[in-house]
């Protein structure tokens, strides 16, 4: 009898703690499973929410995202484009008769040897990285033999091109894009996007794109994360060769955004040229007719002499930037900014960390009374959060702005239309704090509310987690279609 009274005593007080996950939802997880131990009954429930953490905060995205007030009709963008060969890299390189031996970054590639150190050095830290191939035919020998793989499959390339197309699936916006464009690339291209005839060239310019699952092995060697490695013997793009092209079309085209990508492509060209290039990319972006906002997309380097120079040459120059975790370090590094000191990210980085560097760039880079300086605006995307710093009064719509770039990214990954929670997973930290260069607040992220938002110094900070795919279909063009996106949902105030 006392067996069963304290069977029926321990179920009247599940039945109890039970009402009060499905009456009161918002009360702290804490307290409820702090109720639950005290009350000896074992492990505690998991909460009876409204479907999964990654269901209530994808539906959360999708009350915010909202379309602005004053919306883009025109964009022109330039100057990278190409056609992408995607593949198994690991497949790839057992096809050329390569070992996974030790590996090793190489700013250049030479030689099939340096392209294998260099993959196996990115594959072990799961993380994308772009190099240039500097041996004309042996280059060309390795992309036939990429393009003809079984499974190997062509796509629109290049950021210009990539952010072109994603842009192309909004009927009510028209798109210029300037790039070297041949046969197969311009095949591939959506109908919306307009390409001068002067873009126009007789020969694709390819680029291989080797990626990697995450836990895929080659020998000793384990990936991570899902990523990729890119690399190629772009001339055409390397020179910027469509640069007076593009703002040469934007007279006649009248765009009320231009989107400038390419300038990575500057490291395979010596010193004096990359100086002389620099040089006329300014001049360039100078004759853009004023009162146009100009987004400059990074992408993967490794010399921090251009770096350096673009901070300080280029970025006045621009009013956005969107960048990644690895791009936003190297940045770091190469004009001694904040936390310049790490030498890589340690699996998803510091939110705190991001968060100072991204104040550095706008302080000590962007607009301000006293700085004759255009940057108002930063998209920084990592695999498992974004944050989106702008300077106050500038622009509008940004939490609708990173909560697309999000959305897209769990979408895009995992080749769906709408986010499928049992596709998905939260990886982003569920605290952390604001800063760690000065007293930083702790955030706890709530799926519910999935859009932070904090200010310092006349600087916002939107942060959103990213619904990661857990079985990525093509991890390339991620972080064009994130900044597109949030391009598309962003609003500029007029007087910019």
Same mark, same amino acid.
């Given at each position: ?70 919306? %883009? ?139 990697? !699952?995450?836990?895929?092995? %080659? ?192 979408? !895009? ?84």
């Amino acid at each position: 009898m006392a067996l069963w009274r304290g069977s029926a005593y321990a179920g009247f007080l599940a039945l109890v703690v039970g009402c009060i996950f499905l009456l009161e939802p918002q009360l702290p997880g804490s307290a409820l499973r702090s109720l639950w131990s005290s009350l000896q009954l074992g492990p505690a429930p998991a909460p009876l929410g409204p479907g999964s953490p990654e269901g209530r905060l994808a539906a959360a995205w999708d009350a915010l995202i909202v379309r602005p007030a004053r919306r %883009w009709r025109r964009v022109a963008v330039g100057v990278n484009a190409c056609v992408d060969v995607v593949l198994s890299g690991v497949k790839l390189l057992q096809a050329l008769g390569l070992n996974p031996e030790n590996g090793k970054d190489h700013s250049v590639l030479h030689s099939r040897n340096d392209l294998k150190e260099t993959f196996v050095h990115f594959m072990g830290k799961g993380a994308a990285a772009e190099r240039f191939f500097s041996d004309k035919e042996t280059f060309h020998d390795i992309a036939r033999i990429a393009s003809e793989f079984p499974g190997a499959q062509h796509y629109v390339g290049g950021n210009a091109a990539l952010i072109g197309q994603k842009l192309a699936a909004n009927s009510d916006l028209k798109v210029l894009l300037c790039g070297p464009v041949g046969p197969k690339l311009h095949e591939l291209l959506d109908d919306n996007v307009f390409v001068p005839p002067e873009s126009l060239q007789e020969v694709d310019e390819f680029h291989l794109i080797l990626e990697y !699952q995450a836990g895929e092995e %080659w020998g000793q060697l384990k990936a991570p994360h899902a990523n990729r490695f890119i690399f190629s013997h772009d001339l055409s793009n390397g020179a910027m060769n469509m640069l007076e092209v593009f703002v040469s079309s934007l007279e006649e085209f009248q765009p009320d955004l231009v989107i400038l990508s390419g300038l990575h492509m500057m490291e395979g060209q010596s010193k004096e040229l990359q100086r002389k290039r620099l040089l006329e990319v300014v001049t360039s972006i100078s004759d853009v007719p004023t009162g146009i906002p100009i987004h400059l997309e990074l992408a993967s380097m490794t010399n921090r002499e251009l770096m350096s120079s673009m901070v300080l040459q280029v970025f006045p120059a621009v009013t956005s930037l969107g960048l990644n975790e690895q791009e936003l370090l190297f940045l770091s590094q190469s004009a001694s900014g904040p936390h310049s000191s790490l030498s890589s990210w340690n699996g998803v980085p510091d939110v705190g960390m991001v968060s100072d560097i991204l104040f550095w760039i706008l302080k000590e880079h962007g607009r301000s009374k006293s700085r004759a300086s255009d940057l108002t605006r930063i998209h920084f995307h990592t695999l498992a959060y974004h944050i989106l710093a702008t300077v106050d009064r500038h622009w509008a719509n940004q939490l609708a702005a990173v909560a697309a770039g999000a959305r897209v990214a769990g979408t !895009q990954a995992c080749a769906t239309e709408t986010i499928d929670a049992s596709q998905v997973s939260l990886r982003a930290p569920q605290e952390f704090m604001t800063s760690h260069s000065e007293a930083g607040s702790r955030i706890v992220v709530n799926p519910n509310e999935p859009v932070v938002e904090w200010h310092r110094e006349g600087i916002s900070f939107h942060f959103t987690p990213v619904l990661v795919c857990k079985d990525p279909i093509r991890t390339v063009g991620l972080g064009d279609a994130i900044s597109a996106e949030g391009l598309f949902y962003s609003e500029v105030h007029p007087h910019y």
